[in-house]
């Protein structure tokens, strides 16, 4: 049976890496011993997402991580918490060997949660794709770990800290993302009702790229330049903040281009308001 679901956790593992492209758990004596811990509260938690982890932090239980995805950072106590692979290319069988009670999972993991229905092990799936989604994601959490006092005042601080800010004008912003290294191939654009939209409006920004089907639209040179933005922010790897790439676009008025690299700028959760004062000092100062 332990074969079967390692196996089975493989193919789904890569079945959804493929179809994400685009910023388990039992003991090993057996099925038989696979009870839900839900009325023991959880000890043994494994994140596969940043924001997750941040939020686990926050909620003032991060001893009880014992498991990250490699693109973990923040806060610096989560460097020494095991990694069981990324955000999707997960190791089942290192994953398996933590044996958790609790596997934390973003509405990516909608098949992983399914295979783990499947066999009794617990999973909390948690969206974080706009602001709202992260407030009732944390009101979700506080509640099972036994924090909801605590995500009912970082909630509170968060609401707090995501007014929106004062602008002298209200330039025209495309903000980018994905981007290859030295090449603009492959650009994606946070489209309207993003969260990174979001983060953009307050800031006192409006955002270049129309509504249309995509949340996040692929960008070709043309529409690029059709869409003519004040301002670009350019959300690239640490090590990548080159401005030279954008040389290559025929822009009829040359915008503003910011390369950004903060890694909270892709982990939608508590780090928000610092996403806010970024976007804000860039566009308006």
């Known amino acids: 049976m332990l074969k079967k679901l390692l196996k089975s ?15 388990f758990l039992f003991s090993t004596t057996g099925c038989k011993n696979i009870t839900s811990s839900h009325n023991h509260g959880q000890q043994r938690i494994i994140s596969l997402s940043p924001s997750l982890t ?47 009670d609790l596997v934390l999972l973003t509405e990516m993991h909608l098949d992983l949660k399914r295979k783990l229905d499947k066999y009794n092990i617990e999973s909390l799936v948690l969206k974080t794709r706009s602001i709202e989604e992260v407030y009732k994601s944390l ?48 650009i994606v654009a946070a489209g309207p009702g993003t969260y990174l939209d979001q983060l953009l409006k307050l800031a006192g920004g409006k955002n270049a790229v129309n509504k249309g089907p995509a949340s ?8 690029i330049v059709q869409l003519s933005p004040d301002i670009i ?27 950004l690299s903060s ?8 780090k928000m308001p610092e996403v806010l004062n970024l976007f804000h000092n860039k566009i308006c100062k």
């Open 263 to 270: 890694p909270h700028i892709s982990s939608p959760g508590v």
């Open 216 to 223: 996040y639209p692929n960008l070709g040179l043309e529409s």
């Open 139 to 186: 009101k979700q959490l506080g509640k099972k770990l036994n924090k909801s006092t605590l995500a009912k005042k970082l909630i509170v601080s968060l609401k707090k800290n995501l007014k929106p800010k004062s602008c002298k004008s209200k330039p025209r912003v495309l903000i980018t993302l994905g981007h290859a290294d030295n090449s603009l191939k492959n």
């Open 54 to 100: 941040q939020m686990v932090f926050k909620l003032d239980s991060g001893k009880k991580l014992v498991g990250v995805t490699r693109y973990d950072y923040f806060p610096s106590e989560v460097k020494k918490i095991p990694k069981v692979g990324g955000f999707l290319d997960v190791d089942p069988e290192r994953l398996l060997s933590f044996k958790p």
């Open 9 to 23: 956790l493989k193919m789904l593992t890569k079945t959804t890496y493929i179809f994400c492209l685009l910023f």
């Open 233 to 259: 922010l350019d959300i690239v790897k640490t090590g990548n903040e080159k401005k030279d790439v954008w040389t290559k676009v025929p822009f009829k008025n040359e915008p503003k281009i910011f390369p």
